[in-house]
């Protein structure tokens, strides 16, 4: 569900390979916390505030995709997250355009949910401070 002040933004599926290489630049070290959310199973805790480590996409012609999430840094805590079908990527963001959240949708109606830990500016991500951009954007 979109609160009010947040917006959604669906990833078409012949740009999950670039999106996720980029994304996982950018967003490589944060802490997240991975869940999935089955109508079945209810909702499961994949990972609690653990590095992501990266996340990409093996898109096939066969309609067989896969998301793969990795997240942590140790042996002990290291977890690959398999999503098999894949049907919708959705970025959630602030309204001030700050990354919340992954949704990521199968064919079963299940969702996986990548949630950051704390949220973050894109420029920010870059190293690039957002009123430094607002001020070179001033006339």
């Known amino acids: ?3 009010p002040n947040e917006t959604t ?9 670039d999106f996720f290489n ?13 869940e999935v959310l089955d109508r079945d199973l209810g909702a499961q805790l994949v990972a609690e505030n653990l590095p992501l480590r990266g996340i990409s996409s093996d898109v096939q ?5 896969v998301i793969l999430i ?22 959630k963001q602030t ?15 299940a969702t996986t949910l990548l949630r950051f830990r704390v949220t973050a500016l894109p420029e920010t991500v ?5 009123h430094e951009t607002q001020e070179r954007a001033a006339p």
């Open 22 to 34: 980029g994304f996982s630049q950018q967003h490589s070290g944060w802490l997240v916390t991975l």
């Open 95 to 109: 309204a001030q355009g700050a990354h919340e959240a992954l949704d990521i949708e199968t064919m079963s109606g």
């Open 1 to 3: 569900m979109t609160m």
């Open 126 to 130: 870059d190293g690039v401070m957002a």
């Open 9 to 17: 933004r669906e990833i078409p599926r012949e740009e999950w390979v």
């Open 70 to 91: 990795n997240v942590g840094e140790t042996p002990d805590e290291h977890i690959n997250h398999a999503i098999a079908g894949p049907v919708h990527v959705r970025l």
């Open 61 to 65: 012609e066969n309609d067989e995709d």
